[in-house]
């Protein structure tokens, strides 16, 4: 349903910024299989049906387990995440990409994340959040 809204909604802005892939943000793997599934995946998968648009679930990775974030500061945050995302394959060159989280409280997942992505030859990153935490 946010997906589907999400391209309802963004999807002029979406094929203005000629955005070619969309990547959601990854659960550590153990966390994963906790939780059952990936909602950011979720919402990727389905903004991409809409837009005719690959969602890539494999190209960005955690390369390890994070506390989890919500009881941490702005700045244990940004350090908790410091390397914690990596890009396989080859990178991303030259891609513009639509980085899709479940929920924005200080922007340092979607920040790390999105550094990755630029390390790795992303031309553009723009971020989707669903939510707003404070």
């Given amino acids: 349903?946010?997906?589907?809204?999400?391209?309802a909604c963004l999807g002029k802005w979406i094929r203005q910024s000629q955005i070619t892939r969309i990547v959601p943000v990854p659960l550590h793997p153990s966390r994963q299989r906790a939780?059952?599934?990936?909602?950011a995946a979720l919402v990727a998968r389905e903004i991409g049906r809409q837009m005719?648009?690959?969602?890539?679930?494999?190209?960005?990775f955690r390369t390890r387990k994070t506390a989890?974030?919500?009881?941490?500061?702005a700045g244990e945050r940004k350090d908790a995440l410091r390397g914690a995302f990596q890009v396989r394959n080859g990178g991303c060159r030259g891609a513009r990409i639509l980085l899709v989280d479940d929920i924005y409280t200080t922007g340092a997942t979607a920040d790390a994340a999105a550094l990755c992505?630029?390390?790795?030859?992303?031309?553009?990153?723009?971020?989707?959040?669903?939510?707003?935490?404070?």
């Fill in 1 to 7: 349903m946010y997906g589907r809204e999400a391209a």
């Fill in 117 to 134: 992505l630029r390390q790795a030859g992303a031309l553009r990153v723009y971020v989707l959040s669903i939510a707003i935490g404070g």
């Fill in 35 to 39: 939780r059952g599934y990936n909602q």
């Fill in 52 to 60: 005719d648009l690959f969602s890539d679930e494999t190209l960005l």
């Fill in 68 to 73: 989890p974030l919500k009881m941490l500061t």
